[in-house]
């Protein structure tokens, strides 16, 4: 299993960006996939979750209203798009799958709001 995210970055409050993660190493379509983030001395937390066919999200309320999790099972890639950004979503933002009983991660990406 092989995730790589991409998009992160330096953006001011109240702007946008888009992640991505590429997967590759199990069957995309097959698999529910989440979004994380971890802030510097706090634990990975949950952003978002889509199942396999991207008829279901979830999200935390933190972020519920400006955050859309979406998948394109064709390209093997998850995405999360992040808008009105606030000082409080800066992280470092992972996607993580489970395979049979497994978690896996990307290395991340990191996302900083900041004036």
């Known amino acids: 299993v092989q995730l790589v995210e991409s998009g992160g970055g330096l953006v001011q409050p109240g702007g946008s960006l888009r992640l991505s993660c590429a997967a590759a190493?199990?069957?995309?379509?097959?698999?529910?996939m989440s979004w994380f983030r971890q802030a510097p001395g706090t634990g990975r937390k949950l952003v978002a979750r889509?199942?396999?066919?991207?008829?279901?999200?979830n999200y935390a309320d933190s972020v519920k209203g400006r955050f859309t999790i979406s998948r394109d099972n064709a390209k093997n890639t998850l995405y999360l798009q992040m808008n009105s950004l606030k000082s409080e979503d800066t992280a470092m933002y992972y996607c993580?799958?489970?395979?049979?009983?497994?978690?896996?991660w990307g290395q991340g990406t990191q996302v900083t709001v900041s004036s």
């Open positions: 993580q799958v489970s395979r049979t009983g497994i978690d896996y």
């Open positions: 190493g199990f069957t995309f379509s097959n698999a529910a």
């Open positions: 889509i199942g396999s066919t991207g008829a279901s999200t």
